[in-house]
């Protein structure tokens, strides 16, 4: 079983709606997540970054760790075209001496205008 | 800062040869890592250095690979011999000590094609 759980979709939606992207994860060491975003035929891009459970807010883009659960979530509000890429969690476990961050495998979005 | 470049940006060989992929970090940044992503595995870490030395290679997949950094400002991932299944699209990425969240920033990456 793979430590970090991310179904790859495809996912579309139309423009407008609110995208929900999810990860589960079995290691309760991890204690920092990671959203990055991957556009087609680039590198992935840091998007968002939380800590603690709980809710963090980005203009439209919510970040969600449920700690007990071991579930991590992305909404995406009023979605846009230039939204359609394949978005990345990740993970990691300390600060200090572990410097790996573990990635799923991806969800693959698309906006529909 | 041109960020983390890669050369080259587009590989193909056949099996049996030696394939190098190089990275070169952005500058002033303690870490490199290499990835390699595929669609059935997503994105695995190989390999990691930390001033040069490498951390952690337990992600390497078998003897055929080896990296190097000879200095800060350059890195090699070597295939010899390369195999059709090492095909895929590698990155490079680095970042700078104290980051708590750790926000790694990626190169453009070398897409291998094995034959």
């Known amino acids: 079983q793979k430590e970090v759980e991310q179904d790859p979709g495809p996912l579309s939606v139309p423009e407008g709606a609110i995208v929900s992207l999810n990860c589960t994860y079995s290691?309760?060491?991890?204690?920092?997540f990671m959203w990055y975003r991957q556009y087609s035929r680039k590198g992935p891009e840091l998007l968002m970054y939380t800590y603690s459970s709980g809710n963090k807010e980005d203009g439209r883009f919510t970040a969600q760790v449920d700690k007990s659960s071991k579930y991590i979530s992305l909404f995406i509000r009023d979605s846009q075209p230039s939204d359609s890429a394949t978005y990345l969690c990740?993970?990691?476990?300390?600060?200090?001496?572990?410097?790996?961050?573990?990635f799923g495998t991806g969800t693959r979005l698309t906006i529909i205008p | 800062d041109a960020g983390v470049i890669q050369s080259p940006r587009h590989e193909v060989t056949e099996m049996g040869q030696e394939v190098t992929l190089r990275c070169k970090p952005i500058?002033?940044?303690?870490?490199l890592f290499w990835y390699r992503q595929t669609m059935m595995r997503g994105l695995e870490l190989l390999i990691y250095?930390?001033?040069?030395?490498?951390?952690?290679d337990s992600g390497m997949p078998e003897d055929r690979f080896s990296a190097k950094m000879p200095n800060a400002s350059f890195s090699t991932l070597k295939i010899q011999p390369s195999e059709p299944r090492d095909s895929a699209v590698y990155f490079c990425?680095?970042?700078?000590?104290?980051?708590?969240?750790?926000?790694?920033?990626f190169g453009p990456g070398t897409r291998l094609t094995v034959l």
């Open positions: 290691n309760s060491a991890f204690q920092y």
């Open positions: 250095f930390n001033n040069n030395v490498p951390i952690d």
């Open positions: 990425a680095s970042n700078k000590r104290g980051g708590v969240y750790l926000e790694q920033f």
């Open positions: 500058s002033g940044h303690d870490y």
């Open positions: 990740a993970m990691r476990i300390s600060n200090f001496g572990n410097e790996k961050l573990t």
